[in-house]
């Protein structure tokens, strides 16, 4: 069979919000310290205690939005612990993740403070697990009040005068586990008070998310969208792709078997079944789409590192890794009505993570490299496209090989990227550019690609897997014949 795809330059699909390229950063392992906060007194060049290589590195791919401070810690996480002078804060324990002393030096202040230097919306995610309403609502009057009050003179005696704003507050997470084990009805009722002292002050305008659904919770979705609808702006899920059992043994990030690579594109494409799953009960109960998907974790999940603490989830990132991420991107897409924010989970050190460190040294991991090649769909246009793509065969089963999104940006530049899944077989495809007005005259590419099931990078060898120009196509006229390795994420770029 040949291989064609007709991109349909003049059929919109919808409007990719940037959200969709969003990030998680929790106090887990060495995401945040180490990772992100390093203190204003380290050795390690920092802007007010951030360490500035990694700054620097976010910046580059343009992260839209960061949720923080979990995660299962969120609904352990007092606020209060973490704002005032460092040296008095609180030293606590943090029972979900490893057991280690929070010192809570990086709070509110530090992480509005990164947002800020990121130029990224806040995502803060409140505790309703083990916190009161009082708390939560404090927290939002701490943050966002403009005026007098108890809570905005205590944040202006800490230093920050003006208000911040912030747009997205999560009302909770996991709550059908490490945020309280309940059951959907009473989370929903729940979620309905707590919601309701999440106040709007002057102009700031909360975008209100509730706990989702883990996995393929169906019924947690329905009764929250039964139960809550009106009151939320949106909704989470959470799925991870783990080649193995979550608790009998995830698999290695690395030194894995084609087996686990297959599994793992199997697993990876079952985001867009739990989506469209998701989507028809939210559209049951909001037809207009209003509510948001909102799946804020997602990612590879394998067992830890050799020698590592197993509670501080650190996992090296592979072509593989670049190859999952690509494939939910896709997806995120195709679902663009529906899905308007994700965040990966993690930002630095932890699980899929952009960013690996060791003391000074940072590494890129190849999903950063995806992140940073994808940005170019961030608020663009999606464009329809018709795929005759044939199968990734292994063994018994089958995938469809290839995938692929395209969209246009506010500038007009059309950005097509695709995804050759398979690991050992190439693939060779027509692609024909409909609906376009000009013939195509200005046309780039970049690959990322790898010869290895489980190349990444290393602190010794930080540029094994990186992006790289791609000129292995023809362009005649409207249509590019192209051909993809194995094992490979391509964007092509049309002025
Ligand atoms: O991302 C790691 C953990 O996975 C989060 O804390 C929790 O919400 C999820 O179970």
């Known amino acids: 069979m040949k291989n064609s795809m007709i991109i349909n330059a003049d059929i919109k699909d919808g409007i990719i919000n940037r959200n969709i390229y969003g990030h998680f950063a929790e106090h887990l392992g060495r995401c945040i310290y180490e990772g992100i906060w390093v203190g204003e007194d380290s050795v390690i060049e920092n802007t007010k205690g951030i360490r500035n290589d990694v700054l620097e590195a976010l910046k580059r791919i343009n992260i839209p939005v960061l949720r923080w401070p979990g995660g299962c810690f969120a609904d352990e996480y007092h606020w209060k612990d973490g704002i005032g002078s460092r040296s008095d804060r609180k030293r606590m324990v943090n029972t979900h993740w490893g057991g280690v002393v929070e010192n809570n030096h990086f709070g509110t202040h530090e992480f509005m403070l990164l947002c800020e230097l990121l130029n990224c919306e806040p995502y803060i995610c409140g505790n309703v697990g083990s916190g009161t309403i009082q708390e939560m609502s404090e927290w939002v009057e701490y943050m966002t009040f403009d005026g007098e009050s108890p809570m905005a003179n205590w944040r202006q005696e800490n230093g920050q005068q003006e208000p911040w704003g912030l747009k997205y507050f999560g009302v909770g997470n996991e709550n059908w586990g490490c945020g309280g084990n309940m059951r959907p009805e009473y989370y929903a009722d729940l979620y309905r008070r707590y919601q309701t002292y999440v106040r709007n002050y002057g102009d700031n305008k909360i975008y209100k998310i509730a706990g989702g659904a883990n996995i393929d919770d169906y019924n947690w979705t329905e009764v929250l969208m039964r139960e809550a609808a009106p009151f939320l702006d949106g909704l989470s899920l959470h799925y991870y792709t783990?080649?193995?059992?979550?608790?009998?043994?995830?698999?290695?990030?690395?030194?894995?078997?084609?087996?686990?690579?297959?599994?793992?594109?199997?697993?990876?494409?079952?985001?867009?079944?739990?989506?469209?799953?998701?989507?028809?009960?939210?559209?049951?109960?909001?037809?207009?789409?209003?509510?948001?998907?909102?799946?804020d974790e997602w990612g590879t999940w394998f067992d830890v590192e050799t020698g590592t603490n197993p509670g501080f989830l650190y996992q090296q990132n592979t072509i593989r890794d670049a190859v999952v991420a690509a494939i939910h991107f896709h997806i995120f897409h195709k679902h663009c009505n529906r899905v308007q924010m994700t965040n990966i989970a993690q930002t630095v050190n932890v699980l899929q993570a952009m960013i690996l460190t060791e003391g000074k040294k940072m590494i890129l991991?190849?999903?950063?490299?995806?992140?940073?090649?994808?940005?170019?769909?961030?608020?663009?246009?999606?464009?329809?496209?018709?795929?005759?793509?044939?199968?990734?065969?292994?063994?018994?089963?089958?995938?469809?090989?290839?995938?692929?999104?395209?969209?246009?940006n506010t500038k007009g530049a059309l950005n097509i990227s695709l995804c050759n899944i398979d690991h050992k077989e190439p693939s060779s495809i027509s692609i024909e550019l409909r609906g376009l007005k000009e013939t195509v005259k200005d046309l780039s590419a970049t690959i990322l690609t790898a010869n290895k099931l489980d190349a990444h990078n290393t602190f010794e060898e930080p540029e094994n897997v990186k992006p790289a120009d791609f000129t292995n196509y023809k362009l005649d006229e409207n249509s590019v014949d192209i051909n993809l390795p194995p094992m490979s994420v391509v964007n092509l770029t049309i002025q």
């Not at 979550?246 to 084609?258: E, M, S, V």
């Not at 079952?270 to 509510?291: G, N, Q």
């Open 242 to 295: 783990i080649p193995g059992d979550f608790w009998l043994g995830k698999g290695a990030a690395t030194d894995f078997t084609t087996d686990e690579w297959f599994i793992t594109m199997q697993k990876a494409f079952y985001m867009d079944e739990l989506i469209t799953k998701h989507s028809a009960i939210m559209d049951k109960y909001d037809a207009e789409k209003r509510v948001g998907l909102i799946i």
């Open 365 to 408: 991991t190849p999903t950063y490299h995806v992140f940073d090649m994808y940005k170019v769909h961030q608020d663009a246009t999606l464009l329809s496209v018709d795929t005759n793509i044939g199968a990734y065969k292994y063994k018994e089963k089958e995938l469809q090989q290839v995938t692929v999104t395209a969209s246009r």
